[in-house]
């Protein structure tokens, strides 16, 4: 049976090309830019140019705090290990004004958890302006990894290494927009659906991941939607937002709620 989806995708984070600007300031980890349409969650990463034609990336950039109204924001640094090769040396740059930071450079490539295939193939036709990753390559992945469940980390490396910028997940008709590579919700959007059978872990072609022996992730996930809905609260225990949608849609006494760290 075909499911149908009526989507209202409203900020421009899915039409939005990469940052680029220079670093204002900086205090220990952190440092100031100035940029418009940024939101907290979003990464990038910080870029030395040493000459004309030489420049490297030296660490992450993940916004933390924004000003709406001084189009600032606050961006925290951490170590880059997307081009890591250890055959060969890396630098111990810090990042220091002047320098470059790009926001949300791959968030036109992206990675799409759906329960079944009609909602896959509703949700990447109503989405213009992204290249899909298919699942089938992250479920090659995860069987190499041997974790038939995906864990946050799975998520993170596949992308870093895809250069993948965003992760959508499809679950209790909502489409969750997440950053990739550090599981910040970015937006949520209603989708109405038919109710179908969802495969686990999400839609794939790939017809068995492999297990390890024994680990976090070994065992055989059994419920799709309660495990994506756990794994976004948990990796956004301060978001007021997804606290207020998760209590309209599942109730005040939803297990989910203990996962927040908020204040009534």
Known sequence: MRIWFFLLITIGILQASSISTPLLTIEDKRGAIEAPQLKVGMSGFVVRHFDATHSSIIANARVTQISPSSNRAIIEFSNYDGLRQNSLPSGTWSPKVADEVVIAYDYGRALLIAPNDDAYLALTASIPNIEWIHPDLYATYLSHEGHPTPLVEDFRRFCTSGSIGLLFVQSAQTLFTLDCKNFTLLQSTE??????????????????????????????????????????????????????????????????????????
């Open 191 to 264: 989708s109405v659906a038919q109710n179908q059978k969802a495969q686990t872990p999400f839609y794939t072609r790939v017809p068995k991941i492999r297990a390890a022996w024994w680990g976090e992730g070994s065992s055989t996930l059994e419920n799709y939607e309660p495990y994506y809905l756990e794994l976004i609260a948990l990796s956004n225990p301060k978001n007021k937002e997804l606290y207020a949608l998760y209590k309209a849609k599942f109730g005040e006494k939803s297990a989910l709620l203990r996962h927040f760290e908020l204040k009534e």
